[in-house]
């Protein structure tokens, strides 16, 4: 399948499920201010499932940043440009980036199967090694 069809890929129903499983997660937690999705339509099915299951959800924006093959660097300077580099914020992407983006903000290698939900606390400071994972959750387990 060319990047093409990659990027119409909707959620399977294994994918949906678990999802659908990560978003009860989320709901029990803090609130999101802010909901970042790549432009990639599985990112935006995941995102609107989160979307309702939470009570009062921020409005789902469209990171370019968040596609696979992107930079974590990329991801931090639109962030940056679009003042979300505080609070509650959930970016919804994809393999191999989320892992990339994990292991850039902690300054170690960060390894999980997809889906799988990461929780990262920056320490006070935005970049490289600024963040720890303070939880994760693989819907396959819970």
Do not use: N, Y
């Not at 709901?27 to 339509?41: E, N, Q, Y």
């Not at 609070?87 to 997809?114: K, Y």
Request: net charge neutral; proline share 7%; hydrophobic share 50%.
């Amino acid at each position: 399948m060319g990047d093409a069809g990659d990027r119409g890929r909707a959620l399977t129903a294994r994918g949906r499920a678990a999802v659908e499983r990560l978003a009860l997660e989320l709901a029990a937690g803090p609130p999101l201010d802010r909901i970042f999705a790549s432009p990639l339509l599985r990112a935006h099915e995941t995102a609107r499932i989160v979307v309702s299951a939470l009570t009062r959800p921020p409005t789902i924006e469209t990171l370019a940043a968040l596609e696979p093959e992107a930079a974590p660097e990329a991801v931090m300077a639109e962030l940056e440009a679009r003042g979300a580099l505080a609070g509650h914020v959930l970016l919804v992407s994809h393999m191999p980036l989320v892992a990339r983006l994990t292991s850039w903000w902690c300054g170690e290698i960060q390894d999980f199967a997809a889906p799988t939900l990461v929780r990262l606390v920056c320490e006070g400071r935005a970049g490289r090694g600024a963040a720890i994972v303070s939880g994760r959750i693989d819907p396959g387990r819970i």
